[in-house]
Every structure is written in structure tokens, then in C-alpha cells.
RNA sequence: GGGCGGAUAGCUCAGCUGGAAGAGCAUCGGCCUUACAAGCCGGAGGUCACAGGUUCGAGCCCUGUUCCGCCUACCA
């Protein structure tokens, strides 16, 4: 496979099925908890076992794998977990839908041939995303691969629900959760998305009971009032204060219910009167709690009117029954007034069904005493969250937690290890299965299921083989860093935090990178409903997964969301094909046994100056990974090889490359494969594939693999900064002379002379000791260089510093072409001179600056007088002679 | 209602502790120069949203304003 020579055009698809075949079968990713070194350990965001690799993942991935593949370049021993969720309510729902495509439902098959169903399902489909995973390159360990239901990871979560029961910390109850009438279970608050929709307000009268009067109520939902239980008013609010204490004869039915006073009524709005309903209210449920106010359900779990509704209401759905409220008390006079109101609702965010307040049997964690603990994790800095600012979000959820509700009513998750006893009604919370109560008396099982987001809670530890103690565990947690996108951070991050410190006492993480969202060209969301996510894999078939990558990283600058369309991949794509021409063309002139030519001596200047520009990109590259500024490495890696390495120094090296002289092409030739070995080393964590292929080209490597390559080390001989200072002189005199071609209208081809005057004489030295390089890189005939050199009378100009630069023409010169020219670049100079000059004419500046800054300023007024006055110069000898 | 973020070239965005306004794409002109036309060379393009303030010096810090996003909340 060692062929010198690459193909013409970078061809992904090929190389890297290739490459990923290797790396799978080397098992690149496994990580040896007995390795030397010092641990860096990332466990994945789970995706859902249902799900497809989406724009997010792929930013997801491509930033834990530059750090993963960076750390093992550092030598620091790095684990990567790899991994699924069970999603409990969205693969419910995908099977349910098989299911009923095929006429049967959940209910027909039974609970245990469902979850049968399930795992047959996850079985065939679940490892779609696992796959999708590996052709993002992700260097994960597979041998490490968990699932939330999969053994190891269900005796965590039984354990750790035991442990907090035994603590208090879970208790059942009935309390007022938000339900999914479609998905027939309760959901957390978290899982209720609010949208804000166009309602009414309807206005109802409460006539009291004594036939003294009436009340008006406000509502946005009148079919709640058949379950009402009292009318609120504010305690301070006179209006009202006759009627604290007093009833009211509840319309359309023959209850009478109290008039109670409550500061949570708000005077302003409406009537200033509430009517209650604690069945179907959050708010309504506490108030009534506070009151002991009767608890009326009037709907059943599919969302439809039950018996306590009334004969006239019973089986109505809810929103039919709004429709036959509204009109019945209408009819009857109740109905005050009715008017737009907007307001907002809640819906399921699975399905999207309007959620519908529920009060019912439900399993909580009670959240405070755990939250406490998660904040001030970070509060003390034992877990850093970056970018900083989303440290204020997550103090704020926090510190306005309420009791995590963790019952689902579903068949697919972790079943909740509680039994009741038939005969006494104990209640049996247990690590085993019980076989009977004490009392002799039969169990049941209780039939719920555990939150998702419980078992993704204890991922940092029990992917690591928690409860038992492991060597994994005692290696790699706490994790280093978690990386996620910061809608989750509620959801998740938060939670690993409450569990980890609280089972594992310490952080399952030290920094939590919370990376943007990927949207769309016009920056909304990607959604399929919208129809315009970009599918990564698409774009990995056409561009290829590295052009991928490397968009995502060029663009995830810190706390700010990515638009992302197709166009900037394919622009990436060009810089994928660039590498690999580089490479191409340094292949073409590198023998198969890299020259033993030292490069730690004297060197020519192009040779000097791309080696210490290269242990500055060692430097900055390293700096921005490791904090986090992904995109800086990019556009830092960008740069370099194009405007740098390829521009300058190949266009230079070819001279020494094509040359006769054997000492100076073996110099050029280890200096060229050396900065190509080692930018494909600095490149190599954000373009795995690309930067692998070339280097099983290269010759003179004997490690193959460069992802077991590690990092370049600094080579300080190298840092020269006065080359960068001669080689910027050097672009100057070059771009000068191909800015008088391409303005005067000189073809390309044309052969041209060059002489520069300058009387400093370091400059004189470095431009005649690079006179060659000079003439090749702006096609010149023949370079002078001097003291004093006088400029040919036909002859354009220009100014490369405090240096004049002449081009003598051959045929007439255009004076005033010549002028306008030199007048652009005089206006431009001296007008930079002339604030520099105010500057330092301000002497609150001399003396309050830094003296480096004035010194600064100094050294730069001189320069830019130099060249205003070769300017004036220039342009006084063009007016001679056309005058 | 509370919180957070953004406004810089035609477009998308960098600009990390204040010290001469940057990149990519697009655009204009010229080039098939033997790694690359997915390319090369040269050019043009900005009142850094607005108004004040602090400072020798502000895109950056402070105050206020406008316009966009997002998150969060029990105003029925």
C-alpha cells in the first residue's frame, strides 16, 4: 500500500470504509484501564434507540472525538462509552404502531410478549445509530457499548431506587401530574413543551347559594367547572369580602360549593374571582390541598368526560364537552361575556397531544435535598461549566426545582420494584423479588415503569459498571468532561449531577462543554415537520465525513448557534482536496528514504520561517482544543496549510526541489516532510480520515496508524521569530510586483526585472541572500538589490516598507495609471501614519501607556514615514517625468 | 413576568485579559504557471445597531434605547 504517489482527486467513500474497517478491527478505541497514564474519560450523550443520526449528533460527535483523539496524542489514557437509551415512550410508541399496522395492539399481546416484541425490535433496528456513529469516525470503545436496559445498567438503577426509597428521597403518592391522554402516562414537567395558542376567556356566573347574589368567574377552560369544588377571592379584596365563607350553586349541576379567600388570586385579572378545581388545575390542586377542598375528577385518562360529569356531559371528549358547557350555560343565562385570550398549553413531547392535569398514584424523587448538592458542585468549581454563562440557567433550574416525577405508565423501561400486598397493603420496595409479605398475603406488582431520564441519570457511573467496583470505575470517573447541547441540560446534565454526587460522592463530571445547536441556513430549528434537517449521512456521502467535521468545527465557536447549509460543507469539502494535493505534490518530490539532512542548523530563510510558524501552530492548536475553542483550532489549521504552507512555502521549496544542487533539495525535502507529518498530526483529530490515508502513504513513518501517533513535540530550536519579520519583507517586495503586473495590465507570462533600493542593511542581506526565491516567486528575470540603485526611467514603483521597488517597462509607461496607483497607496499610508502620529503626539498616551504598547507605536510610525516618504518620492519622480 | 444571548463587509461569522477592524463565501479584473480550475494571482468592499459615559485609548467595559432569537414561569 506504500505507493508515493496518490490519485489525482480525494476520494472519500472508498478510503474511508477502508479505514474504518482497520480501526474496527485494531479496536482503536479500547480503552485498557491499566494503561499508563493519566485517565481522560468521556462517556456519551446516549441518543435514543429509536432515533437517526441528526446534524446535532454529528456537532456532538465530531467535538468528543477531537478531544478524545487529541488526549490519546497527549498520552493521556482515554475511555470513550458509547451507548443508547431505551427511550420508554417514543419506541412504546414506534412498536405500538407496528403493531397496529399489523391489526394487533399492546393490550391484545399481553405485557411480557410486548416487551418481547420490543427487544426483538431494538434487536433488528437498534443498532442503526451505533452504525451511523462509527461513520462519523467516532473513536468510541465498542467493547464498552451499553444500553440503558441492558443487564448491568438495570441492577444500578434497581439499586439506586431502593437506596432512595430507603432514604425518603422516593415517596408514592397522589398528586396532580401532567398526563398524556394519547400515550396514557404521566410525564414529568420537563416533558411538557408550552406553546402559546389563541383562546377564550369565558366569563361565568356563580350565583350564591343564599339567592344574595352572584360571583363571575374567569376561566380559559369551562368544562373544568362540572369538577370545581370552591370559588377563590383574594382575602384583602373588598369587593369580595361579603362573600368569604358564604356558597355558591355551581351551574348545570346541584352542588353547591364555598367561597374561600387565597393570596394566590390575583385581583387584576378577570373578575378577581377563581373558580377551583383541583382535579384538573396544578394550581387549583394546591390551593385545594391548602382548603381541603374536595378532589372532583370529571375526566378519565383518555381525556374524555366521566360519570362525575354529569348524564348530560358523560362521555363527551373534552373538547366536545367545552363546545356543550359553553352553549348550556349560555342557554341558561350563566354566560357573562366571552373574549379572545391567549394563553398557553401544554403538549406532550412525544406526540404532541395536549396534556391534560391528571391527578393520580405516582412514584417522585424529592428533588431539593439533591439539588442543593448539584449546585454547589458547581458553585465550588468541582464542576466547571463552559461556557460559563449557562451556569446561571442551571443555578436557576435548580434553585426552582420541584419533585421530579418518575412514574411512567408504560410497559417499556425499568419496572418499578414495589409490590402491595393483597391482604395487609404493605407496601414492599426491594433489591430482589419478594415472594410473599411477612403477612402471608399475596403481592402485586406495581406496574409502572421507571422516567428514562432516571436510568440516563446514573449513565457517568453505572456505564462504568456501577454498583459493583470496578477498575473502570476507579480509573475513569469522574468523567472529564461531558460534551452536550444545552437542551438537555435540565433533562440530564442536571440530574447526572444530582445522582453522581450523590451516590458516587463526587462529580460524574469536571467540565461539562456545552456545545450550539445546529440550525438551518435561515437559523430555525431542524425539524422533520418543517422539512429542512440536512441529513449527515447525505452530506457524508456526498462531501465526504471529514469535509463534515471539519464545517462543524470551523463553525462551533462557543455559545452561539450554527446555521448550517449544504453550500459550506461542500466549501470544506475543497479544503479536504486541498490537504490532499499538498500531500500529493510533496509525495512527487519525496524519495523513499527521507534524507538524514538536520534541520537545527543555519537554514534558508523559507525553510527557517515555516518551521517556526509550525511550532506555533504545535502551540495554538493544542491550546484551542484543550479549551474547548474548537473553531480556532480550525480556522488556525485552515490558514496555515492554505495561505502558509501551500501559498508561500511550496511555491519556494519547488525552486530547491527542482533544482540541481542534491545538499539543498535533501534540506528541503526532510523540512517538507516534516511539516506535512506533523500538520497531518495536528490535523488528524478533526479530519481522521483524510489526514490517516495520506499518512499510510508517506514514507519514513513506521507507526502506520496515525491515530496512535502522538502529538509533535515542541522543537524550540526552531522559534525564530525574526523569520517571520524577513519573510513578511520578502511577500511584500513579491506581492508589490505582481500588484504592478496585475494593475498594469502585464500578462502573467511576461518576464520582468526588479530592482529594490533600500539602505537598511539587514533587509539588503535577507533580500539578497533570498534573491532566488524572490525572482521565482514573482517571475522576474533578473533581481538587484542596493544601496543605491536608481530607478529606469520607464519603470513602475512601489514602496515594500521604508524600500523602493522598480519595475522597469519595456514600452511607454502609462504616467497616469503609474500615479493613480501610487496615489491609492500614499492615501492609504498616510493616513494610518497620521493617527499613529496623534498618538503619539498625545502625551497623556507617552506617559499613561504600557511601555511596550508606545514602543510599539513608535517602532510602527517610523516604518509607515518610511513609507510615506518613499511614497512622495516615487510619485515626485513620475510627475518629473511626464511633466 | 423573569433570565440569557445576538446585532461587525453583500451573506455567514471570528475578534479570548481594552492597544493599528479580520476570515470564508459571494463579487470585480487577470491567468489552463508541469499538486490542486474543488485551482492560482491581484483588487474592491465596514459610522463594529443607536445614544450617552469611563479611559491616554472602546467592536470589547458601564448606563440607557431599539430590533431579533432562545430558555423559563401557576396569571385562571
Redesign the pocket.
Known amino acids: 500500500m506504500s505507493e508515493t504517489t496518490l490519485a489525482?482527486?480525494?476520494?472519500p467513500e472508498e478510503v474511508e470504509a477502508r479505514w474504518l474497517t482497520f480501526w474496527a478491527e485494531t479496536g482503536a478505541g479500547t480503552a485498557d484501564p491499566d494503561a499508563p497514564g493519566v485517565p481522560f474519560s468521556i462517556v456519551i450523550p446516549p441518543p435514543n434507540v429509536t432515533g437517526a443520526l441528526h446534524m446535532g449528533h454529528a456537532l456532538n460527535l465530531t467535538v468528543q472525538d477531537i478531544l478524545c483523539r487529541h488526549m490519546r496524542q497527549m498520552g493521556r489514557k482515554v475511555l470513550w462509552v458509547p451507548g443508547t437509551d431505551h427511550a420508554g415512550i417514543a419506541t412504546q410508541n414506534v412498536v405500538e404502531r407496528a403493531l397496529a399496522a399489523e391489526g394487533s395492539s399492546r393490550h391484545e399481546m399481553g405485557r411480557e410478549k410486548f416487551v418481547e416484541r420490543v427487544w426483538e425490535w431494538r434487536k433488528d433496528y437498534g443498532g442503526r445509530i451505533l452504525n451511523q456513529i462509527r461513520r462519523m469516525g467516532a473513536s468510541v470503545d465498542w467493547t464498552r457499548e451499553r444500553f440503558t436496559m441492558d443487564e448491568g445498567l438495570s441492577k444500578a438503577v434497581r439499586e439506586v431506587f431502593v437506596r432512595l426509597y430507603e432514604e425518603g428521597l422516593i415517596y408514592k403518592g397522589d398528586y396532580i401530574i401532567n398526563w398524556c391522554p394519547r400515550c396514557q402516562t404521566a410525564l414529568a414537567?420537563?416533558e411538557?413543551?408550552?406553546s402559546?395558542k389563541k383562546g377564550a376567556?369565558y366569563q361565568i356566573r356563580y350565583p350564591l347559594a343564599d339567592g344574595s347574589g352572584e360571583l363571575v368567574?374567569?376561566?380559559?377552560?369551562p368544562e373544568t367547572m362540572l369538577g370545581d369544588s370552591a370559588v377563590?377571592v383574594?382575602p384583602e379584596d373588598e369587593k369580595y369580602q361579603d362573600y368569604i365563607g358564604k356558597f355558591v350553586k355551581l351551574p348545570l349541576t346541584d352542588r353547591t360549593i364555598p367561597v374561600i379567600a387565597d393570596a394566590?388570586?390575583?385581583?387584576?385579572?378577570?373578575?378577581?374571582?377563581?373558580?377551583v378545581t383541583p382535579a384538573h388545575?396544578?394550581?387549583d390542586f394546591d390551593l385545594g390541598r391548602r382548603h381541603n377542598l374536595e378532589v372532583i375528577k370529571v375526566m378519565d385518562g383518555e381525556g374524555n368526560m366521566n360519570e362525575a360529569a354529569g348524564p348530560a356531559y358523560q362521555g363527551l371528549s373534552r373538547e366536545v364537552c367545552r363546545k356543550r358547557v359553553v352553549e348550556d350555560l349560555k342557554t341558561a343565562g350563566f354566560l357573562v361575556q366571552v373574549e379572545e385570550?391567549d394563553?398557553?398549553v401544554g403538549e406532550c413531547y412525544r406526540c404532541k397531544t395536549v396534556v391534560e392535569p391528571h391527578v393520580s398514584p405516582q412514584w417522585f424523587v424529592k428533588a431539593g435535598p439533591l439539588a442543593a448538592v448539584a449546585r454547589s458542585a458547581v458553585e465550588t468549581g468541582k464542576t466547571q461549566i463552559i461556557p460559563e454563562?449557562?451556569t446561571?440557567?442551571y443555578y436557576?433550574?435548580l434553585d426552582?426545582i420541584?419533585d421530579w416525577c418518575i412514574s411512567r405508565q408504560i410497559w417499556w423501561g425499568h419496572r418499578i420494584p414495589a409490590w402491595t400486598c393483597e391482604t395487609c397493603g404493605k407496601l414492599i420496595v426491594s433489591r430482589q423479588d419478594p415472594d410473599a409479605c411477612p403477612c402471608g398475603g399475596a403481592l402485586q406488582r406495581d406496574p409502572d415503569v421507571l422516567d428514562t431520564w432516571f436510568s440516563s441519570a446514573l449513565w457517568p457511573f453505572s456505564t462504568l459498571g456501577w454498583p459493583d467496583s470496578t477498575k473502570e470505575l476507579k480509573a475513569f470517573y469522574p468523567t472529564s468532561v461531558l460534551v452536550t447541547g444545552?437542551?438537555i441540560?435540565?433533562f440530564w446534565v442536571a440530574r447526572m449531577m444530582m445522582m453522581g454526587l450523590h451516590f458516587m460522592d463526587e462529580v460524574p463530571f469536571k467540565h461539562v462543554y456545552i456545545h450550539a445547536?445546529v440550525?438551518d441556513?435561515?437559523?430555525?430549528?431542524m425539524s422533520k415537520s418543517t422539512g429542512n434537517v440536512i441529513d449527515p449521512l447525505v452530506m457524508i456521502d456526498k462531501f465526504g465525513t471529514d469535509a463534515l467535521r471539519f464545517t462543524l468545527t470551523a463553525?462551533a465557536?462557543?455559545?452561539?448557534?450554527?446555521?448550517l447549509s449544504e453550500?459550506?460543507i461542500e466549501?470544506?469539502?475543497?479544503?479536504?482536496?486541498?490537504l490532499?494535493?499538498?500531500?500529493?505534490?510533496s509525495m512527487?518530490n519525496l524519495p523513499e528514504t527521507i534524507p538524514a539532512a538536520s534541520l537545527d542548523g543555519e537554514l534558508p530563510l523559507h525553510h527557517a520561517w515555516i518551521l517556526h510558524r509550525l511550532e506555533e501552530m504545535k502551540q495554538s492548536t493544542a491550546k484551542?482544543i484543550e479549551?474547548y475553542?474548537f473553531?480556532?483550532a480550525a480556522?488556525g489549521l485552515?490558514?496555515f496549510l492554505?495561505?502558509e504552507?501551500?501559498?508561500?512555502y511550496?511555491?519556494m521549496a519547488?525552486a530547491d526541489l527542482?533544482g540541481e544542487d542534491e545538499a539543498v533539495k535533501a534540506t528541503a525535502q526532510k523540512c517538507l516532510w516534516t511539516v506535512l507529518s506533523e500538520l497531518l498530526t495536528l490535523m488528524h483529530p478533526i479530519m481522521p480520515f483524510v489526514t490517516q490515508e495520506i499518512w499510510s502513504h508517506l514514507p519514513g513513518h513506521e507507526q502506520k496508524d496515525l491515530s496512535k501517533v502522538l502529538y509533535p513535540e515542541a522543537r524550540p530550536q526552531h522559534v525564530k521569530p525574526e523569520a517571520v519579520a524577513q519573510m513578511t519583507l520578502l511577500?511584500e517586495i513579491?506581492?508589490?510586483v505582481?500588484?504592478i503586473?496585475?494593475?498594469l495590465?502585464i500578462?502573467?507570462?511576461a518576464k520582468l526585472e526588479c530592482m529594490v533600493r533600500t539602505g537598511d542593511a539587514a533587509d539588503l542581506a535577507t533580500l539578497r541572500a533570498n534573491e532566488r526565491m524572490i525572482v521565482q516567486m514573482a517571475?522576474l528575470s533578473g533581481f538587484t538589490a542596493g544601496p543605491d540603485v536608481t530607478a529606469p526611467k520607464a519603470s513602475a514603483s512601489a514602496a515594500a516598507g521604508g524600500n523602493a521597488v522598480f519595475v522597469p517597462l519595456a514600452g511607454a509607461v502609462d504616467f497616469d495609471a503609474e500615479l493613480a496607483r501610487l496615489n491609492?497607496e500614499l492615501a492609504?499610508t498616510s493616513k494610518?501614519?497620521e493617527?499613529?502620529g496623534r498618538?503619539l503626539a498625545?502625551e497623556?498616551?507617552t506617559?499613561?501607556?504600557?511601555a511596550e504598547?508606545v514602543a510599539?507605536?513608535r517602532e510602527?510610525d517610523e516604518?509607515?514615514r518610511g513609507k510615506v516618504e518613499k511614497l512622495e518620492e516615487l510619485k515626485a519622480r513620475i510627475e518629473s517625468l511626464k511633466g
Open positions: 489525482k482527486g480525494y476520494e414537567d420537563l411538557v413543551e408550552h402559546p376567556l368567574v374567569a376561566t380559559t377552560r377563590a383574594h394566590y388570586v390575583d385581583r387584576e385579572f378577570g373578575t378577581g374571582a377563581l373558580k388545575d396544578m394550581n385570550h394563553h398557553s454563562q449557562w446561571t440557567t436557576h433550574w426552582n420541584r444545552f437542551d441540560l435540565f445547536l440550525r441556513a435561515e437559523g430555525k430549528k463553525f465557536a462557543m455559545g452561539r448557534d450554527i446555521k453550500d459550506r466549501g470544506y469539502r475543497h479544503f479536504v482536496n486541498k490532499w494535493n499538498a500531500a500529493r505534490f512527487m484551542a479549551g475553542h473553531n480556532e480556522q485552515y490558514s492554505w495561505l504552507f501551500c501559498d508561500w511550496l511555491e519547488k527542482n511577500q513579491v506581492v508589490s505582481r500588484n503586473r496585475s494593475e495590465s500578462s502573467p507570462g517571475r491609492k492609504k494610518e501614519a493617527i499613529v498618538k498625545n497623556d498616551f506617559a499613561k501607556a504600557p504598547v510599539k507605536e510602527k516604518m509607515l
